[in-house]
Structures are given as C-alpha cells and as structure tokens.
C-alpha cells in the first residue's frame, strides 16, 4: 500500500469519528426530546407534584432549582470576579499568585461528590446549616469559582493596555481604572463565565443531592431543603416512579442547557468583535 | 486637594486588600476541603488499615468495609472510557486540527461544548434507557455493566480529550509542518511523524485530566452500571465505582459506615489529586519544550 493510499484511510477514519461524535450528540438531544415533549404542557411546569412526582408538575422544584442556582451564583460571582481582577490586574507573577492559580485549578479538577462529601460535613452537620438551599449554594459556589475565576480573566486580558494607559493618563487611579475602564469593557466575558456555571450549577446532581437533600415541598427560606430538577430526574429514573414524567424533566435541562450555549456562544462572539480592532 | 488624594491612596489600598481576600479564597477552599474529608474519613482508615483498602467484602452492617471492589470498579471502568475516549478523541483532534473545514469547525466545536455542557444525570439518563437494554439485547447480560459505564463515560470525557489535544496540536510550530512538507511528506506523514509526537506531552495531559474525570464522575456512572459490590470478571458483569458508593448510601449511613463512606471519599480525592499533579507536570514540561 503506498503512503497515499494510507493517507486516505487515515483520513476517512477521522471524518467518520467526527461525524459518529456529531452523531451521538444528536441521538442524544433528539432521543430526549422525542420521549420528553410530548408531556411537557403548561400544567406540567406550573402544579405541585403528588405521590412522589409520579402525577402532578415540577413547579416547586423548578423554585428550589432557581433558588439554589441563583443563590449560588450570586456568592461565587463576586469573589471569582474579585480573584479574577487581583490575578489579571494586580499580581500577574510571583509566589501568592502561583499559589492562587495552582488553588483554583485543583478546585476546578475536584469531583462533585467530594464537593457533596464536603458540603455535607462542614454546612450541613459542623456549621448546622442543615439539608438546605443554603447549604446547597453555598457547595456550588465552590463548584463554579474557578469558571468564573478563569473566564472573567480571560476577558480582562482581552481588555487592550491602551484602554488602561488612556485611563492613567486622564489622572485616573487602579481602583478608578479597574471600576470604569477594565471592568465595563469585560463584561460580555465576565457574562459568558456567569452563564456557563449556571449551566453547570443547574445540571450538579451529586453535590446538591447530599446538601440540599431531595424534598419535594415547595421551600420557604434559604434554609429549607429543596430539590433540583437534576435531582428530581434521578429520583425519577432510577426509582422508577414516572419514566414518562423522567424525559419531560430531562428534555426541558436539555433545552435549557441549550439555550445556555447559545448564549454563551453569541456573547463571545460579541466579545471578540468587540476587541477585533486592536 | 490633598486630602481627596489621601482618600484615593486609602480606597486603593482597601481594593487591593479586597481583592487579594478574594483571589485567597480559593486557597482556603481548598485547603478546608481536604481537610474535612480526611478528618471526617480518618477514624476508619486509621482503625481498618490496609483492610479497609484491599478487604473484598462490603457489609456495612456487619460493620466489614473493604473497598477492593469500587476500587477494581473505577479503575475498570475509567481503563474502559479511557481505551474509547482516547482513540476517539485523538482522532477528532486531528480531524479539527488538520482536516476540518470551516464549516465542519463551526458545527463541530459549539456541538463538542455542548457535549460538554450537558449534565452528566442527563447522560446516565440516555444510558439506563437506551444503551443498557441494547447492551442486554445484543451483546448479553443484564446491561447494566462495565461496558456500559465505559462506554458513557468515554462520551462523557470526549470534549475534554479532543479540546485539550486540539489546542497542542494547533500550537506546534508552523515551521515543524512547512519543513516536513519541503522534505516530500505527505499530510498523514507530517501528522504522524511530526505533529503528534511535538504535541504529545498537551495529549497526555489532555488525556490524564480526562482520566481524572472519569474516575470523579457519579451520577451517570451509578445509573448505568448496577452497583453491585462485587468484583467484575467480565465487561458484561455489574460493578460498583468509589463515587457511586458515596452517593448510594450516603442517605441512611450513621456511625463508623458514615466515616467509612468519608473514608472512601478520601481515597478518591487521593487519587484525584495525584491525576492533578501529573497534569500540572506534564504541562510544566509542555510549556518548557
């Protein structure tokens, strides 16, 4: 056989693993939907569950999902922007910034059920948090800092050093330059870091399973236990009570995790535009 | 006029002061959580020793905690994703890398973060009802197996092999490639003499934090592989992974089965952290060359 009959072989066995990858995506997306819409109805997303969501709708699941989500995004956004401008901005070299890099990558590479293990033993049972959103956003805070961390740097390294230089050069101080030129100018990316670890937070099962536990009652306060509509589909699947109600839940995170890349994607996009110039 | 200034300098401070405590954070994190899984895992490991760690029995009410079977569990299950994720996802890196055009790369890479991005319930999901009963059907046992664990598993791992191992290929130098073409190779040469080998240490790396995600993974595994505490003979066999004990007793576990269930978070988050070192290594010596 000569090299160029090799090379197309070769060839052909690359454009098949890309088309079966392609594939499997699709039989993925189109098997749950297929399965899932046709029960998705309005009743279905706005009525409480009954026996154990084998009738009845998700409605105070989809509550408890937003709630954990929401709560958890809300203490990771801060503090990973706030680590993310002391990376880029700040220190860029040097042995604390090591440290803070080395850190947020191995908290990037821990496995949900050790962040669940976690959560369970330090805001359930040490802090007395109890099964409770507040114990369950608080674990997938930790979960999605380093998405944040390494997103929002990206985008203020995408920031050009004649924005900053323009800024100093008006009189501005860091902290001024920092708030009114690198920032604003990094939001889209910052956004993009935001929407992706809410996609992340939302499909978590594991961790939120062991610290906000898997009460179908529609929570109250923060310190409640709730349910994820992850949660609930494993719960679903895997004790057989509703498979029919299972591919509902499964098609609208689908959807949902869906629409959250498209997003994403439109924001980067955006993004890059945005800088193309310099 | 001075004392706005002394203002300013003052806020500066406080910022920075703010933001280091930010970027620290992570380092606490971290450092906490290590540390409460070990202590909240220790009393077993120091009372069960080497017992708890190759013992081959489970009976957690007969107070027998052996972890032999979820750790034969994972790592067979982790060599299976690994021995299809791997091919597979070299091969989709060469394809975006070298072949692709754009038009394929712009359907391919939104399609692969998506693949990334869909939550792994979701995949344990499409593998309980789809791919274990095709498994009973066609190729024999109950389905809920080894096999079908590898085989969600190496979907699961496939974007960070193929991301990972683009992104190496892609930064070989051009003039490795253009003096290999000037020397009369053809493109399947280049990439198999020239381009795998300079980018193999971002593969291996790419390859061993894949690896690193197989071992960690729960929900889809627990759904797919039967759960059973027993060691596996064959790919058809059910099997228990460290993770999925974890998660499956976890509800009901008091005493010294709560710890030993810590215990195996323990081993776990061992063995995660020795994957970690190896990437930051690798990398290391990816960078130097």
């Known amino acids: 056989m000569n090299r160029y009959a090799r090379q197309r072989i070769w060839f052909l066995v690359f454009w098949s693993v890309a088309l079966v990858t392609l594939s499997i995506l699709l039989l993925l997306i189109l098997y749950i939907l297929a399965n899932g819409l046709s029960s998705l109805s309005f009743e279905f997303v706005s009525a409480s569950p009954s026996r154990m969501g084998k009738e009845g709708g998700i409605y105070p699941i989809i509550i408890g999902t937003l709630m954990l989500v929401g709560l958890s995004l809300m203490l990771a956004a801060p503090i990973g922007i706030g680590a993310a401008v002391f990376l880029n901005e700040y220190v860029r070299q040097g042995a604390a910034t090591s440290l803070i890099r080395y850190a947020t990558e191995t908290l990037a590479g821990i496995p949900s059920i050790v962040f669940g293990l976690f959560g369970f033993v330090f805001f359930v049972i040490k802090l007395k948090m109890g099964w409770s959103i507040i114990s369950g956003a608080m674990t997938l805070a930790l979960m999605v800092m380093p998405t944040i961390v390494r997103t929002a740097e990206e985008a203020m390294k995408a920031v050009p050093l004649s924005y900053r230089e323009g800024s100093y050069a008006l009189g501005a101080n860091k902290w001024q330059t920092i708030r009114f030129v690198v920032l604003p100018s990094a939001i889209p990316g910052i956004a993009v870091g935001i929407i992706l670890s809410f996609g992340r937070a939302l499909g978590e099962t594991a961790a939120v399973l062991l610290t906000a536990g898997s009460s179908l009652n529609m929570p109250q306060t923060l310190s409640d236990p709730a349910r994820s509509l992850a949660v609930h589909l494993y719960i679903l699947a895997s004790e057989g009570i509703s498979m029919e109600r299972a591919f509902a839940t499964a098609s609208i995170l689908v959807m949902t995790i869906f629409a959250i890349n498209l997003l994403a994607n439109f924001l980067m996009r955006r993004m890059s535009s945005r800088f193309s110039q310099f | 006029m001075i004392s706005s200034n002394r203002m300013n300098k003052l806020t500066d401070h406080f910022v920075h002061a703010v933001f280091f405590a930010c970027a620290l954070s992570a380092v606490l994190a971290v450092l906490t959580i290590s540390f409460y899984i070990f202590i909240a895992g220790w009393p077993i ?245």
């Open chain 2, 45 to 289: 490991i120091h009372s069960r020793g080497l017992s708890f760690l190759f013992g081959s029995h489970w009976y957690p009410n007969q107070d027998v905690f052996g972890i032999l079977p979820m750790i034969v569990g994972s790592i067979a299950v982790t060599f299976g994703a690994l021995s299809i994720g791997v091919p597979m996802g070299l091969a989709g890196a060469i394809f975006l890398a070298e072949l692709a055009p754009p038009l394929m790369i712009r359907i391919l890479r939104p399609a692969i973060e998506l693949l990334a991005g869909i939550p792994s319930v979701v995949y344990g999901f499409f593998g309980m009802t789809l791919l274990v009963p095709w498994i009973r059907v066609y190729v024999g046992g109950n389905g809920y197996s080894v096999l079908a664990g590898s085989i969600v598993l190496a979907v699961m791992i496939l974007p960070t092999i193929i991301t990972i191992s683009e992104t190496s290929l892609r930064s070989v130098p051009k003039e490795y490639k253009e003096g290999s073409a000037a020397l009369g190779a053809t493109h399947w040469q280049t990439i198999h003499r020239i381009l795998l080998p300079a980018a193999s240490s971002g593969i291996i790396a790419g390859i061993v934090l894949g690896m690193a995600r197989a071992i960690g993974e729960t929900m889809a595994i627990i759904m797919v592989t039967g759960n059973v505490t027993a060691i596996p003979t064959s790919i058809l066999d059910p099997t228990r992974t460290l993770t999925g004990n974890i998660v499956l007793e976890m509800a009901y576990a008091a005493g010294d089965h709560q710890a030993a269930l810590f215990a195996t978070g323990a081993v776990l988050f061992f063995f995660i952290l020795l994957l970690n070192l190896l990437v930051t290594a690798i990398s290391r010596q990816a960078v130097r060359n």
